[in-house]
């Protein structure tokens, strides 16, 4: 099985925390592995892996930034997402997606723009398979890449499941640890006092910037969790990079670049190298530190990036 979804910048933090919020009761077929077509600006310009059951819980707003508001009941279902090297724009096959696309709860109008009545479609194997062809082996390349994805996911359960059952931790600091985790929060808060924009893209919109901690959230103790110079503010697309160790930083910022990079990656997002970004502060050196020596290059944190070349 597989999934289409149609996300509106209004929705995007849900992908910048890692899931899909639904109301609709078919979301509760959605298993672990099955892959999401995510669907955007008239692009598929991203994919999803479901990483786990969806549950009960209630929609989160866009908030403020110092809070969140919360709306309906409904399904949170956990998703892995990856930039695409190579977006897929339906319209250009539009014949083809017509013929295989239902009348009924279609994802596409016959337009081939977004049907905004569907936000979350089940979508069958024909159509499935179109995708897949057009996409040029990059859905296999995610498939590949999912026991380590999985892995890497199952390490932060278990330090979260380890947070979770601790004594003697009071209700308050164990939310804003919780929230740590996905980039939220306190957490996120502290890290915009020291950073502003995306170091490589320079991009200033808080809205399309994650919060990732340089020494990873698993491995960091509580008040590491919390500092704020244990995080950057990064584009999605280079927040995948340096949470798999295929960048990093000097403490001059000086940008390194893994050897398992498939070169058009950078060029192709608009960075040429040699690239510095300007030093960082002394704190967040001390986090770079372990950032290149434990997660840099490491095999853990080096998986290869949808539409990359193996070594």
């Not at 109301?23 to 991203?46: F, K, N, T």
């Not at 009924?104 to 069958?124: C, F, K, M």
């Not at 960075?271 to 002394?282: C, D, E, I, Y």
Request: glycine share 10%; charged share 25%; with cysteine.
């Amino acid at each position: 099985m597989a999934w289409w979804v149609n996300q509106s910048q209004t929705r995007r933090h849900e992908l910048d925390a890692g899931y899909l919020w639904s109301q609709a009761a078919e979301v509760e077929d959605a298993q672990p592995g099955e892959i999401v077509y995510v669907h955007s600006g008239g692009r598929i310009g991203m994919l999803g892996l479901v990483a786990g059951e969806a549950f009960p819980a209630r929609q989160v707003m866009s908030g403020s930034r110092h809070g969140v508001r919360r709306g309906a009941a409904g399904w949170r279902l956990p998703v892995h997402f990856e930039e695409l090297l190579q977006p897929l724009r339906p319209k250009d096959h539009l014949a083809e997606f017509r013929a295989l696309l239902p009348t009924q709860h279609s994802p596409l109008r016959a337009s081939g723009d977004a049907n905004s009545t569907v936000y979350l479609a089940r979508i069958d194997e024909r159509v499935a398979a179109l995708l897949r062809r057009r996409l040029g082996g990059q859905v296999e390349e995610l498939l590949l890449m999912a026991p380590t994805l999985r892995s890497a996911e199952r390490a932060d359960d278990v330090a979260e499941h380890a947070l979770r059952a601790r004594q003697g931790l009071d209700a308050g600091t164990r939310k804003r640890l919780l929230a740590a985790r996905r980039g939220q929060g306190v957490y996120r808060e502290n890290v915009e006092r020291y950073e502003q924009a995306c170091r490589l893209s320079g991009l200033l919109d808080r809205r399309h910037l994650r919060a990732r901690h340089i020494k990873p959230w698993r491995e960091s103790n509580d008040r590491e969790k919390l500092d704020g110079c244990n995080g950057l503010l990064l584009s999605p697309h280079f927040d995948q990079l340096f949470e798999r160790g295929l960048i990093t930083f000097e403490d001059n910022g000086e940008l390194r670049v893994a050897r398992h990079l498939n070169p058009a990656v950078l060029p192709a997002w608009g960075v040429a190298l040699p690239r510095n970004v300007g030093a960082f502060q002394a704190g967040q050196c001390n986090y770079l530190a372990y950032h290149r020596l434990e997660v840099f290059e490491q095999p853990a944190g080096g998986r290869r990036m949808l539409g990359e070349q193996g070594p």
